[in-house]
């Protein structure tokens, strides 16, 4: 079997070179070139026969990603590993959704990265664990973010409050919870509106965008 | 005589007539002038006895008159019990305007130190003002209890400093990993060499890298709090925008021009972050165009496919290095140098992008923000056909 053929994509020189000597050191790895922008690297992949891409997420005016869709649409077969010094959970799907093999993370040990090379072209897949775990939050914001813009029960007893003229003290002893509670519904009830007073929310609810008060 | 007499009977009758009319019509005008000053009265007492917020009047030694109901909700009094007290107990400011004072016109307000009955002390927002009366001079004030509003504003700042700060320190740290793993790599190629083989520096060296990189490397683990981002107007956040900027401009001579269009979906951020984005950008184009023969600032938005487009152009002399324009620490950059670099970290805190339009003349940034409940805009921005403006459809 030849030796993997290897594309290395970022925009830090220093760390391109010295990526490059290092990879240059395994016996079955052959860095083919060194880019620092996407269209240096689509030319490349073009031209040359590549394996792996080992990718930079953040290429400072542009994006990894933009790369992989870009290379996959010009007929790229190989497969492609970012290496990144940090991505969103976002991102990551997004690479990974994209077709990317892995992601591995600058601040591991060098030595790591040739055995997730080695480990993606025997048709594996390498995430870091911290990406992983990344991902598995977002789960949780995207249900944060699907909020429901319509009023639960108690948003709508604190809303009422609010109308009246009540303090959160007054609130709560009406509906019969503490303060903090009260509180927390007003938080709910600013995260929902994208306020930040309860002026600016009672503006809001007045304009309809939280539905009638009932 | 006998016509005289029923000349003057005639005209007896007729003045009599025309007075009784007169006062009739008097009358009638009295009672409208009546009804329409009772409904003034009434409209007026409902207005004092449903307000919000707390009204009172006071006699020249701040001996309270009269008082809403309002008022004896704020200052934690029974009914009835506020007249005859002095409101220096409760609002002492309002109790320290001089009584020769009252006097001179008064139409203004303040922010002070508030009492209830009970001793609890409340943030009041007074405005107030002085009339005269045949008794003498009076002082009339409306009170509003602010702390809700300090405690909101107060803790929502923590908030946003706190997320800033977060921004911030991942960016940073986004940095420091960049560079550290470019050392580690070159540490890692001099063991393999043996080169340095047993130099202690160069063993304390590799170690400090490695700390640096778990220093650096914490933020990672820590970018699952709750986002602060929500759906927010944008049109809302570009009238603070305006507030803010116009006086400045106009000051400096900057005309600024809007072009805002009617019905903009919402989008997601953060109203406060993108604020401070938008003045970051504008008051870049403020200094930009001190010199500028032609001094504006265009400000647009415009909704694109799951995106919000929001672009400032000034016709200022433009950017000279652009790669390098959202590196962090710029030389020859007039404060930190930090500013692009926190801006766009912030817009992608909330999944936006911003970018540099070189096609455009002058200077022009663009904002593009995700509309809210789109959870695709990232995948076809990322995605996309590898330019960084293949999201907005123009």
């Not at chain 1, 290379?71 to 990144?84: F, N």
């Not at chain 2, 540490?187 to 778990?214: I, K, M, P, Y």
């Not at chain 2, 008051?283 to 694109?304: F, T, W």
């Not at chain 2, 487009?309 to 000034?314: A, G, I, L, M, P």
Request: glycine share 10%; proline share 4%.
């Amino acid at each position: 079997m030849g030796r993997i053929r290897l594309l290395l994509i970022d925009d830090h020189i220093l760390f391109r070179d010295g990526l490059s000597r290092l990879l240059a050191l395994e016996p079955d790895l052959e860095v083919v070139a060194g880019c620092g922008t996407v269209a240096e690297a689509l030319e490349t992949v073009g031209r040359e026969r590549v394996d792996i891409v080992l990718l930079d997420y953040d290429l400072g005016e542009d994006h990894g990603s933009h790369f992989v869709s870009a290379a996959r649409r010009a007929g790229y077969t190989g497969k492609v590993l970012m290496v990144t010094a940090g991505m969103s959970a976002k991102e990551s799907s997004t690479a990974l959704h994209l077709g990317a093999s892995g992601i591995f993370l600058k601040h591991n040990s060098p030595g790591t990265l040739a055995k997730a090379v080695r480990l993606i072209m025997s048709g594996e897949i390498w995430v870091d664990p911290k990406v992983i775990q990344l991902m598995a939050d977002r789960v949780d914001q995207q249900e944060d973010e699907r909020v429901s813009p319509l009023l639960t029960e108690r948003e709508q007893q604190v809303l009422r409050g609010i109308f009246e003229g009540l303090t959160n003290k007054e609130i709560g002893a009406q509906l019969g919870v503490t303060d903090g509670a009260v509180k927390a519904t007003l938080q709910q009830l600013f995260q929902k509106t994208g306020v930040r007073t309860r002026s600016q929310l009672v503006r809001i609810a007045l304009e309809g965008s939280l539905g009638p008060p009932r | 005589m006998v016509f005289a007499a029923l000349v003057g009977c005639g005209l007896f009758a007729y003045e009599v007539t025309r007075r009784s009319r007169r006062e009739a019509a008097d009358r009638r005008r009295v009672e409208l002038e009546v009804t329409a000053r009772r409904e003034a009265e009434e409209q007026l007492e409902f207005l004092i006895e449903s307000s919000p917020a707390a009204i009172l009047t006071m006699s020249a030694d701040f001996l309270v008159l009269r008082a809403n109901p309002a008022a004896y909700r704020l200052l934690g009094l029974r009914q009835g019990e506020l007249p005859g007290k002095s409101i220096r107990k409760y609002i002492p400011a309002l109790g320290r305007v001089c009584p020769s004072e009252l006097r001179q016109a008064f139409r203004t307000e303040m922010q002070c130190r508030g009492e209830r009955d009970n001793g609890e002390v409340f943030l009041a927002n007074v405005f107030f003002s002085t009339y005269n009366t045949a008794a003498g001079p009076r002082l009339a004030a409306m009170v509003v209890d602010a702390s809700e509003e300090l405690r909101d504003r107060e803790e929502s700042n923590l908030e946003q400093l706190l997320a800033g700060s977060r921004i911030l320190v991942g960016a940073v740290s986004h940095e420091v990993r960049n560079v550290c793993g470019a050392i580690a790599i070159m540490h890692e190629n001099l063991v393999r060499s043996g080169v340095l083989s047993g130099n202690q520096d160069f063993e304390g060296l590799g170690a400090l890298v490695e700390t640096l990189n778990r220093i650096a490397s914490m933020e990672l683990t820590q970018s699952s709090s709750r986002p602060q981002a929500g759906a927010i107007d944008l049109s809302e956040a570009l009238d603070d925008l305006r507030i803010v900027l116009e006086p400045c401009c106009h000051e400096a001579d900057i005309a600024v021009r809007w072009d805002i269009p009617g019905g903009l979906p919402p989008v997601w951020a953060d109203r406060h972050r993108l604020l401070q984005v938008l003045l970051n950008l504008t008051k870049n184009s403020e200094r930009a165009l001190r010199d500028a023969e032609v001094k504006r600032i265009d400000i647009s938005a415009s909704a694109g496919k799951g995106v919000v487009s929001v672009r400032v152009t000034d016709t200022g002399p433009g950017i000279g290095s652009v790669p390098k324009l959202f590196q962090p620490f710029q030389q020859g950059a007039e404060s930190t140098g930090l500013g692009l670099y926190l801006s766009r970290a912030f817009v992608r805190s909330f999944r936006g992008e911003l970018r540099h339009d070189p096609s455009m003349p002058g200077c022009s940034f663009v904002i593009e923000l995700a509309v809210a409940g789109n959870d695709e805009l990232h995948h076809e921005r990322v995605g996309g056909n590898g330019t960084n403006t293949a999201v907005v459809d123009r």
